[in-house]
């Protein structure tokens, strides 16, 4: 019987013209040579053309066939490539192709398990590549890649390391970079799960204005007409280079004009999120209306701008708590700063544009070990807890993913 065998298809699926299968595993170099009728597959980190036959013995395609050591893949694995020039039909030739050479399709999580499971990647790496893939600022993608070639998991190797000895010193300076760690967390966790605020307000307070001004186009209809938004728009804003999934609402209004607004309002006063930037015209007084929708949303802190400040310079901000002019810009940057310090755990006094993003737990239950590891090398350091220290840090490096990690975006 054959060796096993795995393949991926790494590159996006569907329409592009182009398309690379990698394939792990100890049968893989024998069925694909086979595939290519006998020919001799390359050497490690050589590529070379090959013809692909199907399962009738017909010249498929041409192909490039390589050959990557474990060191140069990104899961870690060693592994044969595939580069076809073709779109979804000769993908699907193909993955059909493999399957009956006895090999198995595996998705990017189930390449990730695998790599885990073979000790290529430890949980933390694994974890920060789907992260990586998730990204959408280079902020994220930065600070993924960095753990994903195992900045934070060398970390905590070193921390094993310091556990496992016996002297106060080598204590005092786990302590020190458990600390640091822990500190470090709200931002990381914010670069993997973004904080989600709901743009909400009367109708024409100027919403799908500001929702476009975050996402630098004309992404929102935006009109002097009330109830122009019907129900909502989400997308995903950077600001200081962290993610903030927006979503611009439909505006509040005592009678809606159709079914399609009253469940919008409906679903609007109930959505789990974050926080909410509640907008307000000049004189920007929190009425009757607007204090019940607030004081009936679930959770979240709240932000009231005041918006349209071109029009009323000079006034009272009343019941806002800065003041904006969503059409031309003036105010947003103080908008910027007043949502990273509320919800992106930026430290007081770090301009959070040089934020360096340093090593840290991205996931809770990353945090969650960390935080016990610290607690209890706070207790007397005896050997009991010292085990129990090096035992959080294991587990968060070696089984805090898949099944306790967070969904990177809900
Ligand atoms: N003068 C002024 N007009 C604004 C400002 N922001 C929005 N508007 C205008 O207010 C109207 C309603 O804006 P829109 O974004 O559609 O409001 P929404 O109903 O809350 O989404 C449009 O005519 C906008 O051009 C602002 O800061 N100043
Ligand atoms: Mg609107």
């Given at each position: ?345 930026c430290?007081?006094?770090l301009s959070v544009?040089d934020d360096p993003c ?53």
């Open positions: 019987m054959s060796e096993e065998f795995f393949y991926h298809l790494s590159s996006p699926p569907g329409e592009g013209g182009f398309a690379v299968f990698e394939l792990y595993g100890p049968g893989a170099g024998p069925a694909l040579c086979a595939g290519l009728g006998g020919k001799e597959l390359p050497g490690e980190g050589r590529t070379r053309l090959g013809i692909l036959f199907d399962e009738n013995r017909e010249k498929l395609d041409e192909v490039v066939v390589g050959r990557q050591p474990a060191s140069s893949m990104w899961c870690g694995l060693a592994a044969f490539t595939l580069s076809v020039h073709g779109g979804a039909w000769l993908q699907e030739r193909i993955a059909g192709l493999l399957d009956s050479l006895g090999g198995t399709g595996l998705k990017l999580r189930d390449v990730l398990e695998l790599a885990l499971r073979q000790e290529a990647l430890d949980a933390i790496e694994a974890c920060a590549f789907e992260c990586l893939v998730d990204s959408r600022t280079e902020r994220a993608a930065g600070f993924f890649s960095r753990q994903h070639a195992g900045e934070l998991s060398e970390i905590i190797s070193r921390c094993i390391e310091l556990a496992g000895r016996a002297d106060a010193p080598s204590h005092g300076e786990l302590e020190q970079i458990l600390r640091d760690l822990v500190e470090a967390a709200p931002r990381a966790l914010r670069l993997a799960k973004p904080v989600k605020l709901l743009i909400a307000g009367r109708a024409n307070t100027g919403k799908s204005t500001l929702f476009n001004r975050f996402m630098e186009t004309e992404r929102a209809a935006v009109s002097s007409q009330a109830g122009t938004t019907r129900d909502f728009i989400r997308d995903t804003a950077a600001v200081f280079d962290y993610p903030v999934d927006l979503v611009d609402s439909v505006g509040l209004r005592r009678n809606p004009e159709d079914s399609v607004e009253e469940e919008a309002l409906g679903w609007l006063a109930r959505e789990e999120a974050d926080g909410c930037l509640y907008l307000l015209e000049p004189p920007w007084k929190l009425e009757e209306e607007d204090r019940s929708f607030l004081q009936g949303r679930p959770g979240g802190e709240v932000l009231v701008i005041g918006n349209k400040l071109d029009k009323a310079a000079g006034v009272s901000p009343g019941d806002a708590d800065l003041l904006l002019c969503a059409l031309q810009g003036d105010g947003f940057e103080k908008l910027q700063g007043a949502i990273a310090a509320r919800w992106l755990g430290v007081q006094g544009s340093p090593p840290a737990p991205f996931t809770r239950f990353q945090l969650e070990m960390l935080q016990q590891a610290l607690s209890a090398l706070g207790k007397t350091p005896a050997t009991p807890l010292l085990d129990e220290v090096k035992s959080c840090l294991i587990i968060c490096l070696q089984s805090s993913w898949p099944q306790k990690c967070e969904p990177a975006s809900s």
